[in-house]
């Protein structure tokens, strides 16, 4: 019988004798004999219309919420629930491309948000280097692009600035094993794995800020170095610790997940198999209120018995969570890793509590222990900035300040204390002294040494000055651009100070604890440069709550209320808190001056705060004060006061 073959083309005789290129799957799929319909799993797949990706900053974000504008800056959708692993998905895309991406939610203890752009449909993930992306890209900050259009997002400008930030953080990809061309937007990304991708965000800390240009800084968690970049520009690096590589931070989501499985209730907490002594290092120590814990069995004692009575004593924690840590920076030089971590709770119903800072963790026989204060000495360092407005007069009058703040453990044999920051050259630049304040009882923390125990700021002569009083520990820094060159040293010198400790008034003769006299402090937040002081993200109180509080009148011993409400032109702020004050002389803690009171979620945008006056009547025409308190998502404590003072020239602020 004779068979009857298809008649072949060139091209189909020739892809017989070579392969199945894309030639010959065509000919298949036509004259060389197959069907004029390609089977279905052939078919192009249709273009993507949606959007997916994933939230982190190496731990996932927490309570976080998502926003998409299109190029015009249309809102494609808004508040998109953020889930528990820091994934979303299926978001469809409408209006014309790119797409600018806002996520915020809890990154640790701060309330912040982070960016990302979309080109098209697809993957877009959103992390610090994201947003550093988005910046470099544009040349403006982040949060100033999500209102109108970002002609400047392009593909080229974008691809500009992921190249810029992988040649400045190549050490850091090869020591999380990342390509140095890896796409920080489209890349395979599992928050809170610690490989890969999230190990990345894990050894670095990221932020953003203004100076004469938009900039972002990137110090290292897992190494050494600063980075400080603007568009185009690069300066610094950051080299990845030997021993970054094979640290296997993997570990860090087993510590904490068994150290919340044991919160689940009194006796979780003290069970012998596994209850929270078991999480703990042996060194393990921790300072609360009264002596140190010593040991696990100590520390576990102090630990579930804060739990059972809550911040305020009587409002148990039993069921919170702790949340998966953001990671400090970490010491090689022992025997094991020892590696800072946030320690932030959420509560059965959601809320998030930062309850300690200074935490830290170490490794032993190679697994994850909680070891407590991270350092032998409790130091914290931080940023503050404070803006009041005057809201009596026909025209707003705004006062700004800022300052660091320092508190160093006051402990018998301490006689001073050092801090010095590092300057863009690497050498060290004394910026404060610290010393016990005479005749104080019970003082906690060193004071800040001035000049003549009068003027404002800190003195620089050890010998020569006086310290104001207990509790003083701000340095205050220089209205006007005058202070700016101690925070242009932060930003390009690392944010970290050295604090020295000295047994001598005269600061000369170390004083150790725990076999060490320096210490290096990482500072949370950076004051910013004054010019970017009145763009911070304040709260803007509404114009009836303005009215509310420029009338409010409250007897002696009387009660009452304040209803407030809000909102923010810059993003949000992560609020915490809002006090009520009469004399903002006695508005200190326990003052007679502070009349109310009320703790608050970052979510919040109005509150009724419960007023009780424990001093004389307050008329409507008396001074008084609304104070809004909380953090910037770079972790910059800020306080955001509404005073009306009538009797006060209306040119002037109030104080």
């Known amino acids: ?57 190496g731990a996932p974000i927490t309570n976080g919420k998502l926003r998409v504008l299109d190029a015009t800056g249309t809102v494609v959708v808004a508040d998109v629930a953020i889930d528990a692993d820091g994934r979303y998905a299926d978001i469809t895309l409408t209006g014309p491309a790119p797409y600018r991406i806002e996520a915020c939610g809890y990154a640790g203890p701060n309330y912040q948000c982070i960016y990302s752009v979309a080109i098209s449909a697809g993957t877009a993930n959103v992390t610090p280097l994201t947003t550093a992306t988005v910046l470099l890209a544009a040349g403006q900050s982040p949060d100033a692009l999500m209102n109108g259009a970002a002609p400047a997002l392009t593909t080229t400008s974008i691809a500009s ?5 992988r040649e400045g953080l190549a050490s850091v990809l090869t020591s999380a094993g990342v390509s140095g061309s890896f796409d920080f937007v489209s890349g395979s990304l599992s928050a809170g794995s610690r490989t890969g991708y999230d ?29 400080y970049l603007e568009q185009g520009s690069t300066s610094g690096t950051v080299t990845a610790a030997a021993g970054a590589a094979t640290l296997q931070l993997s570990g860090l989501e087993t510590l904490f997940r068994d150290m919340s499985n044991a ?6 907490c003290t069970s012998s198999s596994s209850g929270l002594a078991g999480s703990l290092a042996a060194a393990s120590q921790l300072t609360m209120d009264g002596p140190a814990a010593q040991g696990p069995a100590q520390v576990a004692d ?28 970490c010491d090689f030089s022992g025997v094991a890793p020892v590696c800072g971590v946030s320690f932030v709770l959420q509560s059965p119903a959601g809320e998030v509590m930062p309850v300690g ?74 910026i404060g002294f610290y010393k016990p304040h005479p005749g104080a009882t019970d003082q906690q923390s060193l004071a800040l040494w001035t000049a003549d125990g009068v003027s404002w700021g800190a003195g620089m002569d050890p010998l ?56 290096e402090v990482d500072v949370e937040g950076v004051p910013p440069i004054w010019a970017a002081m009145t763009n911070l993200p304040w709260p803007e109180l509404d114009s009836s709550s303005q009215a509310a509080l420029r009338s409010l009148a409250i007897n002696g011993g009387g009660s009452g209320s304040l209803l407030a409400s809000w909102s923010f032109t810059r993003g949000p702020m992560g609020l915490n808190g809002a006090t009520v004050c009469g004399s903002r002389a006695d508005c200190g803690q326990g003052g007679s001056g502070r009349i109310g009171e009320k703790s608050l979620s970052p979510s919040s945008r109005n509150a009724a705060v419960t007023l009780q006056n424990r001093g004389s009547s307050i008329g409507a025409d008396d001074p008084k004060t609304l104070a809004l308190y909380g953090r910037s998502g770079e972790g910059v404590d800020l306080q955001s006061n509404y005073s009306s003072c009538p009797a006060v020239a209306a040119t002037e602020s109030c104080h």
């Open 161 to 165: 600035a992921q190249t810029q930030l």
């Open 263 to 268: 919160m689940a209730g009194a006796s979780a």
């Open 357 to 430: 800072s200074g935490m830290g963790v170490t490794q032993e026989a190679g697994v994850w222990k909680f070891l407590g204060d991270l350092m032998p000495i409790s130091i914290r360092a931080s940023a503050k900035a404070q803006r009041t407005r005057r809201i009596d007069t026909p025209a707003p009058v705004f006062d700004y300040d800022r300052a660091l703040a320092f508190e160093v453990a006051a402990m018998p044999g301490l006689a001073c204390a050092k801090v010095a920051q590092r300057n863009a050259r690497g050498n060290a630049v004394t």
């Open 1 to 57: 019988m004779r068979h009857h073959r298809p008649v072949l083309t060139p091209a189909c005789a020739a892809a017989r004798f070579s392969g199945l290129t894309a030639v010959s799957l065509a000919c298949l799929l036509a004259a060389c004999g197959g069907s004029d319909t390609p089977p279905a799993s052939l078919l192009p797949a249709p273009a993507a219309t949606t959007l997916s990706g994933t939230v982190a900053v």
């Open 464 to 519: 020569v000055g006086a310290t104001r009083s207990a509790d003083d520990t701000w340095i205050a820094l220089p209205q006007g651009t005058d202070g700016d060159a101690v925070v242009r040293n932060f930003y390009r010198g690392g944010r970290s100070v050295t604090v020295s400790l000295y047994s001598d008034a005269g600061c000369s003769t170390a004083f150790s604890v725990g076999d060490k006299s320096d210490f």
């Open 302 to 329: 102090a630990l579930c018995g804060f739990f059972a009575g809550g911040e305020d004593g009587s409002t148990p924690m039993w069921g919170s969570r702790l949340l998966s840590p953001t990671l400090g920076r």
């Open 199 to 227: 190990a990345v965000l894990d050894a670095v800390g990221v932020t953003t800020g203004q100076d004469a240009q938009p900039f972002v800084q990137i110090t290292p968690r897992l190494g050494s170095g600063n980075l």
